[in-house]
């Protein structure tokens, strides 16, 4: 069964750092780009960071978490991270990962709570 499941989430205070993680039971894991998304209430989900097909892959980021985010992937261990540094209250989110289209069925996510 195909399942994504986030972790790491949790309270930090503004500046501080988080290291979310990603397990993707996905047979292919290998060959699909992978995303990392947040969803505040009331707001669509929206586009954070992407990172290719390998370690080495190239990443993109959304302006808002440029040089304070960083995506990477652990093909071996069919794994996503996101490291966030410098983080704000505006990062306040439930956090998801998913592959590049086709979208599997999205994971629980995990909340980041940065307070001021």
């Known amino acids: 069964q195909v399942q994504l499941v986030e972790s790491g989430g949790g309270l930090v205070q503004a500046g501080g750092s988080l290291r979310l993680s990603c397990a993707a039971s996905?047979?292919?894991?290998?060959?699909?780009?992978m995303d990392w998304y947040r969803q505040t209430p009331g707001k669509q989900r929206e586009l954070v960071a992407g990172?290719?097909?390998?370690?080495?892959?190239?990443?993109t980021y959304a302006d808002s978490v440029k040089g304070r985010f960083t995506i990477s992937r652990d093909n071996a261990k069919k794994m996503v991270y996101l490291q966030m540094n410098n983080l704000k209250p505006e990062d306040t989110a439930v956090y998801y990962c998913?592959?590049?289209?086709?979208?599997?069925?999205w994971g629980q996510g995990t909340q980041v709570l940065v307070s001021s």
């Open positions: 998913n592959r590049r289209l086709p979208l599997l069925p």
């Open positions: 996905i047979s292919t894991f290998s060959i699909y780009s």
């Open positions: 990172i290719g097909l390998s370690s080495s892959g190239s990443t």
